[in-house]
């Protein structure tokens, strides 16, 4: 199963990210520096739609250059009497920084869609993205390449995002 592999991979990532730290702590930087926790809060209400989304995510900088990270995602959608739906599950995130202004990021998640309608299912993402980079904020644009128009959390396969860690 997908959710078994993202498990898998997020403890490798863990794992790698303990060895780095470890590393990290012999050349004298602090954890707390190369940890940065981010995600996003989302609420949309109106005529008879409502969309509540909770997402928090965890990177850490392996190097300037790369840092990969795990997050969760919760959502509640209701539109009218026509259909409700919780999703809920997990991510693993891998951000390169070839130079300071531009990130590319590839992201796999694996959502579990219960909804009235019409039926229950499994969603796999698989996103690469780039993006302008200032600080720690990221704008930029993502493409799904599993997109498929059936059986998708996901209206389109291009999806802009905001990326925020501190």
Known sequence: MMLDKI??????????????????AQSGTKISERVHFGGSLGLSIGSGFTNIVVAPSMIYDV????????????????????????????????????????????ELEQLRVNTTYPDNFWNTALFLGVGYRTDNVTVGVRYNVLFKARNNVYNEAFMPFVRVYF
């Open 7 to 24: 498990i898998k991979s997020t403890f490798l990532l863990l794992f790698v990210g303990i060895l780095s730290f470890k590393a990290s």
């Open 63 to 106: 190097n300037q250059y790369f840092s990969a990270g795990a997050g969760l995602q919760g959502s509640y959608v209701k539109w009218q009497n026509n259909f409700e739906s919780f999703i809920y599950g997990a991510s693993i995130i891998g951000l390169v920084n070839p130079i300071e202004q531009l990130q590319l990021s590839a």
